[in-house]
């Protein structure tokens, strides 16, 4: 561990929040030539870590050190400054200035006192170029894709910072091979001599790109190592300090498979969005949809809800035709969705825990049969309880829980409407392993007692984990279903990757 | 092309049509006389229309503009005709108040983190307010150095007058130009419009600044203040009420995104133009109300703010299929 002297060394960092220690007694030391991952759950701290590093907040106690020297981070001017860049999670540029200036804002070439445009732009190009980079810098940023963006954020934080680069979840919106990109531009920066801080979900990419490791567990220090000295599942139980419930989790595949199938939908497709499809789906099943992003997934469950008018097909449920034109009209049929975007589609930051677990309920009800404030501060009481939604009180903004518990919230709302069937859109993305596994859990207990659930996800593992059929999408159109033991994750990973026309229909 | 130039270029082309229609109907306004007269009618429009600019740029609004104008003119006139002091000094005295109180809006906004809005609104009130704590009359302003600047021009051919007041509008728009294009300032301005966390952790003095925006602001409300007490040679407590609405008005004709991030000065030059066509249209036909100079404006806002959603509704969906899905 003594390898090479600190880079940049924090020693028994505390922070806390009004009534609440986000960073208790925390040290982290990163080396020149480095990768080094910070790992951990949604809370455990790693954000306020960052943000300590990085100058946005103070810490209360504590030291940052960089070569050995202690120093005050005043702002995140000053850390720059001092040799800390950081790229931020949604990445911090001006999409309506030129990539020449969101590489050199605040620090252009100047000439008699005006900024002198034609040098910036070829420093801009030369920049760029040495990451292989080639554009037009005078356009506007938001003409490039994220991964671009990506770099540019990177090259400008390396330019100024030049010492010690931090990473907060980079590759959460790249593709693979835009991944790839990025790991060979931190590779050649590791053998430049920068220190890099790289948080993230994926373990895989932990142990694809970094050296080291540090996980913080609920705002304290869980243990750090070598990567190449630590197994996957040692990893994971120091994350969770417990063990994980996916992996014990037994599949369901054997279920019953049920008597009648309450929900059927014939033939629903629109043009453009999804080819025509068959759906049925009964009480106490569980339907998992896998398949790309893109692949039509997200749309059919649009179609089921109402949000997209479907252009052909009929819907009966308990054998009676009904009509679904509208999310209400979904709502009205015991129908309940939890979209894919739960920032923008779903939750509702700045309302209570309590308001956004009464949504749904009070619109079902209508506006005349308000929910009493007893009622509601029960009802949000027993799914708080019942969910384990974690938070200080039921009056807290919602914005202000980790994401694993805003999906619960958003769960609650819908469970607080007795719904028969419900549709989960990627209930597990981008939250924690723990939280990742309570919501299986209650995946699975809601099909126990008695729900139609159709759940989207792009993890395979867990698919096979919960659901009873699983629904293959490829290219805009239902593709093959699976049922009882051919639920493997190779299968479906067959299905999903087939040839359109050699495709099983 | 740059979609973003895209409104510059409709503004610019509606200017020239508006005018060539006008020259079609009444070929007397081809001259030299009206263009200068365009110049100097709407030179206090257009400075202080610069000063929004900025302002709408950052992403807010100042609507305290015409009381400003009001408050400079009514201060010029109590200065100059009752305690007798020299214009030059009047008008460093008035610009150094407007400034301050531009600036202390924006100390305001930032520190106290209240909507613009509400600031300026407040601040629009008060600047009315302490013009009739000033006096209640229209104060006459005749001093021989006023006399002196109202009849400093440049004869062009044709007869058309460059006036001294026309040429600073010019010189205003310039400055404003460089300003937002070829200084870090202008630089910031666009960065703190364009998304102000980002331009906080990219390490801009969002501070710094917010408060020079308004303070700019507040001196170009002042300059126009001047320019306007010049151009009617009185001070009135009711004069300019409203500008502050003609010069969002010519800012967003002129492309700027009501939202902030994206616009040009010289849209702004154009669209107070494009104004100045229309009365001067209408002084040409002589039995139109002047009031029909109001409804044009207002169909004009309503394309200009279509176009711009369609422009954005174009460059998401663009956006997106080049992305993928």
């Given amino acids: ?300 469950a649009k179609i089921l809800f109402g949000i997209d008018a479907a252009d052909a097909g009929h819907i009966r449920i308990d054998g009676n035709p009904v009509l679904i034109r509208t999310p209400r009209d979904a709502v009205a049929c015991g129908f309940g969705l939890c979209p894919e975007d739960r920032k923008s589609d779903g939750i509702i930051g700045d309302l209570s825990v309590r308001e956004n677990i009464c949504l749904a309920l009070q619109a079902q009800k209508g506006w005349f049969n308000r929910l009493s404030s007893r009622e509601q501060t029960g009802l949000a009481d027993t799914f708080v309880k019942a969910l384990d939604i974690r938070t200080t009180d039921i009056e807290k903004p919602v914005k202000f829980l980790s994401g694993g518990n805003q999906q619960k919230v958003i769960l609650a709302r819908w469970l607080a409407t007795n719904p028969r069937f419900l549709i989960l859109d990627e209930p597990t993305r981008g939250i924690d392993v723990g939280a990742h596994a309570e919501i299986i859990a209650l995946i699975n207990r809601l099909c126990d007692d008695g729900m139609a659930l159709l759940v989207i996800s792009s993890e395979i593992e867990e698919i096979v984990a919960y659901s009873t059929r699983v629904i293959v999408l490829r290219d805009r159109a239902h593709r093959g279903e699976i049922s009882g033991d051919d639920i493997t994750t190779s299968n479906i990973m067959q299905m999903i990757a087939a040839e359109s026309e050699g495709a099983p229909a | 092309m740059n979609a973003r130039l895209l409104p510059l270029c409709a503004t610019l082309l509606i200017c020239l049509i508006a005018y060539a229609a006008c020259v079609f109907q009444f070929p007397a306004m081809f001259s030299t006389r009206v263009a200068g007269n365009l110049l100097t009618d709407n030179a206090f429009l257009g400075i202080a229309a610069v000063g929004m600019t900025f302002v709408i740029l950052s992403g807010g609004i100042d609507l305290s503009v015409g009381s400003v104008i009001a408050f400079t003119g009514v201060l010029l006139a109590v200065l100059i005709t009752h305690y007798g002091v020299h214009p030059l000094i009047a008008f460093a005295i008035a610009l150094l108040i407007t400034t301050v109180f531009g600036a202390s809006m924006g100390v305001i906004i930032h520190y106290l983190e209240v909507p613009s809005f509400i600031v300026t609104l407040a601040g629009m009130f008060l600047a009315r307010g302490m013009c009739f704590v000033m006096t209640t009359d229209s104060i006459p302003i005749d001093h021989p150095f006023y006399t002196a600047l109202q009849g400093l021009f440049y004869r062009l051919p044709g007869g058309g007058r460059l006036t001294f007041i026309g040429c600073l509008m010019v010189l205003v728009f310039l400055l404003g130009i460089i300003v937002a294009h070829f200084s870090k300032f202008g630089s910031y301005i666009y960065a703190v419009g364009g998304n102000r966390t980002s331009a906080e952790l990219m390490g801009v003095p969002v501070a710094r600044t917010t408060i020079g925006i308004y303070a700019m602001s507040g001196f170009l409300s002042g300059l126009a203040g001047i320019v306007f007490s010049l151009y009617t040679s009185a001070g009135y407590s009711l004069a300019a009420v409203g500008v502050e609405l003609d010069t969002i008005a010519a800012v967003v004709i002129g492309g700027t995104l009501l939202t902030g991030g994206v616009g040009y000065i010289a849209g702004t030059f154009i669209g107070v133009i494009i104004q100045g066509i229309i009365q001067t249209y209408i002084v040409f036909d002589g039995t139109l109300s002047s009031w029909w100079t109001k409804i044009v404006v207002g169909v004009l806002l309503f394309s200009f703010i279509a176009l711009q959603r369609i422009l954005v509704f174009l460059s998401l969906k663009r956006a997106t299929a080049t992305s993928g899905g």
């Fill in chain 1, 1 to 300: 561990m003594t390898d090479k002297p600190g880079l940049l060394v924090v020693e028994g960092i505390s922070k806390s929040f009004v009534g609440f220690k986000a960073l208790d007694g925390v040290d982290f030391t990163v080396r020149p030539g480095e990768i080094h991952a910070l790992l951990g759950e949604n809370g455990a701290g790693k954000s306020t870590l960052i943000k300590v590093l990085t100058g946005v907040h103070q810490p209360d106690a504590g030291v940052i050190k960089i070569d050995g020297q202690p120093v005050v981070m005043r702002d995140t001017q000053h850390a720059q400054y001092l040799g800390i860049g950081t790229v931020y999670q949604e990445v911090n540029l001006l999409p309506n200035m030129s990539v020449a200036d969101n590489l050199f804002i605040g620090r252009q070439p100047m000439r008699f006192g005006f900024v002198n445009r034609k040098r910036m732009e070829q420093q801009a190009r030369d920049l760029l170029a040495q990451y292989d980079l080639h554009l037009d810098v005078s356009s506007d940023l938001s003409r490039y894709s994220v991964a671009v963006q990506q770099i540019v954020a990177i090259a400008r934080a390396v330019d100024m910072s030049g010492r010690v680069l931090v990473l907060d979840e980079p590759t959460a919106s790249l593709d693979r091979h835009e991944t790839e990109v990025l790991f060979a531009i931190l590779r050649q920066l590791r053998a430049r001599g920068f220190g890099i801080v790289f948080i993230t979900h994926f373990l895989d990419q932990v142990y694809e790109i970094c050296d080291r490791v540090t996980v913080l567990r609920n705002g304290k220090l869980a243990g750090s190592a070598l990567i190449a000295e630590l197994p996957k599942i040692e990893l994971v139980t120091l994350m969770l300090g417990r063990t994980l419930a996916v992996a014990t989790h037994k599949p369901r595949h054997d279920r019953p498979i049920p008597a009648e199938r309450q929900f059927s939908f014939k033939g629903l497709g629109r043009s453009r969005s999804i080819a025509p499809f068959d759906l049925d789906i009964g009480q106490g099943e569980v339907i998992g949809m896998a398949g790309l992003l893109g692949s039509g997934r997200t749309e059919t």
